[in-house]
């Protein structure tokens, strides 16, 4: 496994042959080289997977104990959108 800094790199590195990734669609509709990959859409029961933030147990920062925050307010927002209907 390899970490990259952007979107941008993550490409390069898949059209150099590196490896593989999973991106959002519009992060591959405005890459130039993007003739170089091929791509597969993922079917929407995998692409719906539950995400988490991980970090290291030693960076419980305010900062990121705040950005967990938001994402939890966020995904509780869309899920009760989402029972509405809206």
Same mark, same amino acid.
């Given at each position: 496994?390899?970490?990259?800094?952007?979107?941008? $790199?993550?490409?390069? &590195?898949?059209?150099?042959?590196?490896? +593989?990734? *999973?991106?959002? =669609?519009? !992060?591959?509709?405005?890459? @130039?080289?993007?003739? $170089?990959?091929?791509? &597969?859409k993922?079917?929407?029961?995998? +692409?719906? *997977?539950?995400? =988490?933030? !991980?970090?290291?147990?030693? @960076?419980?920062?305010?900062a990121?104990?705040?950005?967990?925050?938001?994402?939890?307010?966020?995904?509780?927002?869309?899920?009760?959108?989402?029972?509405?209907?809206?």
């Open positions: 496994m390899l970490e990259f800094g952007s979107y941008h $790199a993550i490409l390069a &590195a898949a059209a150099a042959g590196v490896g +593989a990734s *999973l991106i959002p =669609l519009s !992060v591959l509709d405005i890459y @130039a080289q993007k003739d $170089a990959l091929s791509w &597969a993922v079917p929407p029961r995998v +692409a719906l *997977l539950r995400t =988490l933030l !991980v970090m290291p147990a030693s @960076a419980h920062t305010p990121l104990t705040r950005l967990a925050e938001m994402l939890r307010k966020d995904a509780a927002a869309r899920t009760s959108a989402a029972e509405r209907g809206s």
